[in-house]
């Protein structure tokens, strides 16, 4: 069967390739597992909870109404825990829409959320509807669709807190973000990226802002590209990896050696809110894939 459901989970197989296959964990609507040919292309940590106790460490986990934590105490997400709560929250699976590709939608309303939680967003004035399609082909696409239900506007950000797995991070190298403007939250300080190629050999942590949609970022080890990060209606992307002191504190990474075999490229629309008018909606993706050759989309000279 392509589709397996479980009280907790459901899994999605390549319906002409076994060896193919996205699992899904209800609680959050969380991707735990991109199998591509048998290989895992998603980081997991070991001490990730899958109970639904707190949001999952690793997989693609769900950011939505806001990305961090609020400090502006007039925002009506000031209250909210850090990253919001669609990757906290149990999602209802909705079934499969297409057989080819492979496609099966997840959604959650203000019903499935906290009301405690819920209401620490606006006051809990917001009515909304967030469908997740999730498209299983030779790549793994996720598409989120946020509609306004309600009868006020609403602000929010979105993205996809993507955990790709890799070898060893001192080897990997991501390219296509030269001359992009960047915010590095380990330094507080906005600048123009101007490195070729981006390489990690401590704690990185940057929002690259206003991306043209048409540049993707390949993640290249020792000359292969390992992935592929395609973007639509996402103009912001974050890149993130832990490093060592950041690993120890964080009780469900394990484990702690972890995050040589981590990275996170996260398509989003992060660096300003989103205004979305009541009875509106807005639909964004992200494409990842495997492999492939290197593909420069910008000037290293």
Request: proline share 6%.
């Amino acid at each position: 069967m392509p589709i397996e459901e479980t009280d907790t989970k459901v899994t999605l197989t390549h319906p002409s390739d076994p060896s193919s296959s996205v699992t899904i964990l209800k609680h959050g609507a969380t991707i735990l597992s991109w199998l591509h040919k048998g290989k895992e292309q998603l980081w997991l940590s070991d001490a990730a909870k899958l109970d639904g106790s707190k949001p999952v460490r690793g997989g693609i986990p769900l950011v939505f109404p806001i990305f961090g934590k609020e400090k502006n105490e007039s925002s009506p997400a000031f209250q909210l825990s850090q990253h919001g709560f669609a990757r906290s929250s149990p999602w209802e699976f909705l079934g499969q829409t297409t057989e080819s590709p492979a496609t099966i939608q997840f959604g959650l309303g203000p019903e499935q959320v906290d009301p405690e939680v819920y209401k620490l967003w606006g006051e809990g004035k917001y009515d909304f509807t967030l469908i997740l399609s999730i498209t299983l082909d030779d790549d793994l696409t996720t598409t989120i669709e946020v509609e306004n239900s309600g009868k006020e506007d609403f602000d929010f950000k979105w993205l996809f807190h993507t955990y790709l797995r890799v070898p060893d991070i001192t080897d990997v190298l991501v390219n296509n973000l030269i001359d992009q403007r960047c915010y590095d939250q380990l330094l507080a300080t906005e600048y123009v990226e101007k490195a070729p190629v981006i390489s990690f050999h401590e704690e990185f942590d940057r929002i690259y802002k206003n991306i043209p949609v048409e540049k993707s970022f390949q993640v290249i080890d020792k000359g292969q590209v390992l992935h592929n990060v395609h973007r639509d209606n996402l103009p912001d992307t974050v890149v993130w990896n832990p490093w060592i002191e950041k690993s120890k504190g964080m009780a469900d990474f394990e484990p702690k050696s972890g995050y040589h075999h981590m990275l996170c490229i996260e398509a989003g629309h992060v660096a300003e809110y989103l205004t979305l008018a009541k009875g509106s909606k807005w639909k964004a993706a992200q494409t990842l894939s495997v492999g492939g050759e290197i593909r420069l989309q910008t000037n290293i000279f």
